[in-house]
């Protein structure tokens, strides 16, 4: 028995295995990676933020945005790395040079780079949405891992364009070719271009209700429902995740500054109160805006004698987990939108959002509004 | 054409340097138990690709291009590619329904949201055909093009 011959680059005859065609998909593919990589970086700045980088309180929704962006961004990758993976399929058949020489090196490097990019990529969107769904189904750590795959992806796509550059700036403009009729198909290059961007609009609206409350009902490929959870907000770590299970009256929160601090939960409520409109934006890219009461971690400085621009430690009652601390940088414990709140939506905080304490700053991931707050500590 | 070669160059100079950069990233922050199974899961990602959805794809295309009347084919293809499309990441979300981390995970009915989203899909495609084909034939009327493709 014979086996039939493998495929070779000259088995595909679609006209639309072009060059012009890997241009343009190659273009909105980069956009929305370049998107998703940067409003991956501010996220990862926001959470280990160096010394040297101040980070601003305001816009209060901007971690929302961003956020919102790079989950969108990221969805909307996936069909338009997929168009752009068949486009170029045939070359994956080409010819390898033999016997060696510098051009067979070249080649040979250049496709390396490729299986680099298109692996990292790809795995790079797997996680990234499996992410979203809180699925972590491999061995490696979710968040080191997709940010330096990150940093990989870009670097080989800046080696990728060098190489390709010549092809790219032959085929950048628009031809007549683009939308002549292959007779084979039927399909022309615009029409393709059309049903790409479709595709990626479609999963981008089926998806993206779930940080913007107007597409919420239509959301059906999104993880989450920005208004379900206990009093109307979603939750990442439950109280019982956090094994804070019950809060007794001999509950007392205390600062610790050039004064020291010790509050029981009615002495709290008999503090000045204020009120922040603030979205929980998290990571996964749900958002949800939300209307919170409590006391401003700004008058809470002055109370124990901390100059104004103090940064601040933020100590949660939570065991384990990442979060169990987290640092108030100067801006946002300064900023008065920033509370302590108690009260959320017109009510005590619910168990699951931090009851009886927790932290609501603009402009903030999720993870860091940290719940169960018992002890603030100035750093400065 | 010097200075286009220079900026060749100084893209992938770039390109390696951000690159390793990440990969040093790699090698500090992920253990090496991890480190020596995350190329299986990135082979595993390629094959994916490579050898699964795009094959699909293509297949698929090759299969409707050979079975359809030639006008049907458009309309056919979008549709089936968006319902794979939007099958492929409901996937994850199909699966997980159940096993969710805490109930404000993963709080819809996909099974249901799923076969809803793709019956609108495959309706749209239909008006979509319906909608062409009836312009087609008053401007092939009009233009006296009876016997074209």
Not at chain 1, 86 to 101: D, E, G, M, R
Not at chain 1, 119 to 142: D, K, M, R
Request: with cysteine; aromatic share 8%; hydrophobic share 50%.
């Amino acid at each position: 028995m014979k086996l039939p011959a493998p495929p070779t680059e000259k088995s595909f005859p679609s006209p639309l295995h072009h060059p012009r065609v890997a241009t343009v998909l190659g273009r909105w593919l980069g956009i929305a990676v370049l998107i998703c990589f940067l409003t991956g970086l501010f996220s990862h700045l926001q959470q280990t933020t160096p010394g040297w980088l101040a980070i601003p309180s305001r816009p209060a929704s901007l971690y929302r945005v961003t956020q919102r962006l790079h989950v969108l961004s990221g969805t909307i990758a996936v069909p338009l790395l997929l168009a752009k993976l068949w486009t170029v399929y045939p070359k994956l058949f080409a010819k390898v040079p033999w016997p060696p020489s510098r051009k067979a090196l070249g080649n040979f490097l250049e496709r390396l780079s490729i299986l680099v990019l298109v692996s990292a990529l790809a795995l790079e969107l797997f996680t990234g949405f499996l992410n979203t769904l809180q699925w972590y189904p491999w061995p490696f750590p979710f968040k080191q891992t997709h940010y330096a795959l990150a940093w990989i992806i870009i670097g080989v796509l800046l080696a990728h364009l060098a190489v390709k550059l010549p092809l790219i700036t032959a085929h950048w403009r628009r031809t007549p070719a683009d939308s002549l009729p292959p007779a084979t198909t039927g399909m022309t290059r615009r029409t393709l271009f059309r049903t790409v961007a479709g595709a990626a609009a479609l999963v981008g609206i089926t998806s993206v209700g779930q940080s913007a409350p107007a597409l919420g009902p239509i959301a059906v490929l999104a993880p989450r429902k920005p208004n379900v959870g206990p009093q109307g907000l979603p939750v990442n770590r439950t109280a019982k995740d956090a094994e804070v299970t019950e809060v007794g009256d001999d509950w007392r929160f205390t600062v610790a500054g050039p004064r020291s601090l010790s509050f029981t939960l009615d002495q709290l409520r008999e503090l000045p109160q204020n009120e922040s409109e603030l979205p929980i934006a998290c990571v996964e890219g749900w958002s949800q805006g939300a209307h919170w009461e409590g006391i401003r971690i700004r008058d809470l400085l002055r109370l124990c004698g901390a100059p104004d621009r103090s940064r601040v430690r933020v100590v949660s009652m939570e065991k384990g987990g990442f979060y169990a601390t987290s640092e108030l940088p100067s801006a946002f414990a300064a900023d008065p939108l920033t509370l302590l709140a108690l009260r959320l939506n017109g009510a005590d905080l619910a168990l699951d959002h931090g009851f009886p304490a927790r932290i609501i700053a603009p402009n903030r991931p999720g993870v860091l509004q940290t719940k169960w707050v018992h002890r603030l500590e100035v750093l400065t | 054409m010097n200075k286009f070669l220079l900026a060749r160059g100084a893209l992938g100079a770039a390109g390696a340097g951000v690159g390793l950069w990440g990969l040093w990233l790699l090698l500090d922050a992920v253990p090496a138990p991890a480190l020596i199974r995350l190329p299986l899961w990135l082979g595993g990602a390629v094959l994916a690709d490579d050898f699964f959805l795009v094959p699909l794809t293509l297949g698929a295309g090759w299969l409707l291009t050979r079975w359809s009347a030639h006008r049907t084919v458009g309309t056919a293809r979008t549709t089936l590619l968006y319902v794979g499309l939007t099958t492929l990441i409901a996937i994850p979300l199909l699966l997980r329904q159940g096993k969710r981390a805490n109930p404000t995970v993963l709080p819809r009915d996909y099974l249901r949201d799923w076969l809803l989203l793709e019956a609108t899909i495959i309706a749209a495609g239909a008006v979509w055909f319906v909608v062409q084909r009836f312009t087609l034939r008053r401007s092939r009327a009009s233009s006296g093009d009876i016997g074209g493709r």
